[in-house]
């Protein structure tokens, strides 16, 4: 056989299996191997084991860019694998008023959020490498005929914080302000 159709024939191979793993991702279909996502309701700060053990946590505090004032502060849970990030809050019911997640890129970039499998409004916060934050968006729950993936929600940033929606403006936070918190 052709040596030049056997590499033909390979690069249409990983072609045809890169489009399909583009569009398993893109349409959310990846989703359910990935694992069951974040439950909010498992972790108990205060239990000694830690509850829902598949996420680390940390506080997150909000702090006025000028003065070093505290804003609010959240615990989150730790999104910091691709699973975690991809899952994020997919498929939760809710958040209470003092939770999060704390999404953890490997390097400030462009990143795009969506609401794939919301039932319910968050806030998007992006922050730079050093904690200021560089964008915020109000997110809306998507519609009962939309799947969020087309609620797409831009910027740039190391670190995503994402909290109820309304938490940011309630606290007078916003771009500039910084977020504080350990790994």
Do not use: C
């Amino acid at each position: 056989m052709d040596t030049r159709r056997v590499v033909g024939y390979a690069v249409a191979a990983v072609a045809l299996a890169a489009a399909a793993v583009l569009l398993a991702f893109s349409t959310g279909l990846i989703a359910p191997f990935l694992g069951d996502g974040y439950d909010p309701d498992a972790y108990d700060p205060d239990d000694s084991y830690g509850g829902d053990t598949d996420y680390e946590h940390t506080t997150v505090t909000v702090v006025d860019g000028e003065t070093g004032a505290e804003l609010g502060a959240v615990d989150a849970a730790i999104a910091d694998t691709f699973n975690k990030r991809y899952l994020g809050l997919s498929a939760t019911d809710g958040l209470p008023e003092d939770r999060g997640m704390f999404f953890v890129h490997d390097s400030p970039d462009d990143y795009t959020y969506v609401m794939r499998d919301m039932s319910f409004g968050i806030d998007i916060v992006y922050a730079d490498a050093d904690g200021t934050i560089t964008a915020v968006h109000e997110a809306p729950a998507p519609g009962p005929n939309e799947d969020g993936d087309d609620h797409e929600y831009p910027g740039y940033g190391q670190y995503v914080l994402e909290v109820n929606k309304g938490w940011m403006a309630d606290r007078g936070a916003g771009v500039g302000d910084k977020l504080r918190f350990e790994l």
